[in-house]
């Protein structure tokens, strides 16, 4: 069997990196799988079939019922956030580890049921979104442009750089005058 991925006259670091996607992809559903699948077949080996049908039917029941309550509690302070005019990025990133944890712990299996249980533990999200938002920011370019009375400015944020912009409001002095009287 032959995998044939079109790349064309892409450049040679778009050719890489799709190359790198693909691995990643081959790594999630076909090694996992073949892990997983391997461990339960030791586990009924060891255990029996039955201890390890309860326990993959316990930890998917038990995962679903702790991320749901987690999520429920995650939107709450995410709703509470957006009410007080706030940015719920953190909140959000907890949401997005949730969710995913509750994937991995619906997926049958002893490999991703310790990540996903893993991802349900708050210090533990803590730690992974620490080390997911560090990496982030040094992959990504971010760029906001406002217009403020006719004059646009930029700022731009290159991965690995962070820059930080302090501005106040000072009141225009043919205005003010007019203010007050």
Not at 1 to 27: K, N
Request: with cysteine; net charge positive; aromatic share 8%.
């Amino acid at each position: 069997m032959r995998v044939i991925i079109p790349l064309g006259d892409l450049p040679l670091s778009t050719r890489i990196r799709t190359i790198q996607v693909f691995a990643i992809l081959l790594v999630l559903f076909v090694t996992v799988p073949l892990v997983e699948l391997t461990l339960l077949l030791w586990l009924a080996q060891y255990e029996g079939l039955v201890v390890t049908l309860g326990i993959v039917l316990f930890t998917g029941i038990l995962g679903t019922l702790l991320a749901r309550s987690q999520g429920f509690s995650t939107w709450q302070k995410i709703q509470t956030q957006m009410a007080k005019g706030q940015m719920p990025g953190s909140a959000m990133a907890d949401a997005a580890m949730i969710f995913a944890a509750g994937a991995l712990l619906m997926t049958p299996g002893l490999l991703t049921d310790g990540l996903g249980f893993l991802l349900l533990i708050p210090p533990c999200r803590e730690w992974m979104k620490k080390r997911f938002l560090n990496w982030a920011k040094s992959k990504f370019h971010i760029q906001a442009t406002t217009t403020v009375d006719g004059e646009t400015h930029t700022y731009t944020s290159s991965p690995g750089k962070s820059e930080i912009v302090d501005s106040y409001v000072v009141p225009d002095s043919k205005q003010h005058k007019a203010l007050e009287d």
